[in-house]
C-alpha cells in the first residue's frame, strides 16, 4: 500500500520557539495533505487542507498565522507552529490522498514546555 | 450536516470471541465508508474501506464490515478477537469530494 512518512515522531521543544512537522507521500504524488489534531482520547480534528501550489485551506478556529502551512512539492508538506505554546503540546497527524483512500502519517508527538 | 456516530466509548470483549464496533453515518448522497486503527502514539491504519458493491467488505487482520444502508450502518466485526486487536478504531466516511469525517473512536479491550 501507499506510503505517507512524517517526521519527526516526536519532539519536544521550549515555549516560543518554532516546530517544523514534515509529511511526506513516498511512493505517489498528492496534490492534496490534510493536517489534523488529535488530542488525548479523542477523534481528529481536521486542521487545514494543503495544497500544492497554493495556499492551505484552514478549518474554522484555525490560526493560519500560527499554524503555517507549506506544500512546495507534490510529495512533500510541511506544517510549522510558530511560537509555540503549551497549548498546543498535542498530536498531530498528516494525510495524503489517492484516489478516494486516505493514508496516513506515523503521527508527530509535540510537548511544549 | 455529515456527522459520524460511534456510539461506543469503549468495548470490552474476551479473546476469541466475535466482537463488534458500532458506526452509524448521516450523509446525503453515497457515502465513501472507512474503517481505520490506531495503536498508541502512531497514525491511522486502513482497515477497510466500502465503496460500492458488495455489502459486506473484508478488510486487514481478519476484520470485516457490513454496509446497510436502511440503517445507515457500517459496523466493523471479527469473529474471533486477538489481544492484539486491543487499540482505538475510527470510523469515518466521506461525503462526495471533501475531507473525511471521523467518529468519535471507540477504544477496544480484548481480555485474554
Known amino acids: 500500500g501507499a506510503v505517507v512518512s512524517q517526521h519527526p515522531s516526536r519532539v519536544i521543544c521550549k515555549s516560543g520557539t518554532s516546530v517544523k512537522i514534515e509529511c511526506r507521500s513516498l511512493?505517489?504524488?498528492?496534490?492534496?495533505m490534510f493536517w489534523y489534531r488529535q488530542f488525548p482520547k479523542q477523534s481528529l480534528m481536521l486542521m487545514a487542507t494543503s495544497n500544492e501550489g497554493s495556499k492551505a485551506t484552514y478549518e474554522q478556529g484555525v490560526e493560519k498565522d500560527k499554524f503555517l502551512i507549506n506544500h512546495a512539492s507534490l510529495t512533500l508538506s510541511t506544517l510549522t507552529v510558530t511560537s509555540a505554546h503549551p497549548e498546543d503540546s498535542s498530536f498531530y497527524i498528516c494525510?495524503?490522498?489517492?484516489?478516494?483512500?486516505?493514508?496516513f502519517g506515523q503521527g508527530t508527538r509535540l510537548t511544549v514546555v | 450536516a455529515q456527522s459520524v456516530a460511534q456510539p461506543e466509548d469503549q468495548v470490552n470483549v474476551a479473546e476469541g470471541n466475535p466482537l463488534t464496533v458500532k458506526c452509524t453515518y448521516s450523509v446525503s448522497g453515497n457515502p465513501y465508508l472507512f474503517w481505520y486503527v490506531q495503536y498508541p502514539n502512531r497514525g491511522l491504519q486502513f482497515l477497510l474501506k466500502?465503496?460500492?458493491?458488495?455489502?459486506l467488505v473484508k478488510g486487514s487482520y481478519g476484520f470485516e464490515a457490513e454496509f446497510n444502508k436502511s440503517q445507515t450502518s457500517f459496523h466493523l466485526k471479527k469473529p474471533s478477537a486477538l489481544v492484539s486487536d486491543s487499540a482505538l478504531y475510527f470510523c469515518a466516511v466521506r461525503p462526495g469530494n471533501t475531507p473525511l469525517v471521523f467518529g468519535k473512536g471507540t477504544r477496544l479491550s480484548v481480555i485474554a
Open positions: 494525510s495524503a490522498e489517492r484516489g478516494a483512500e486516505a493514508f
Open positions: 511512493d505517489f504524488q498528492a496534490t492534496t
Open positions: 466500502y465503496i460500492t458493491g458488495d455489502n
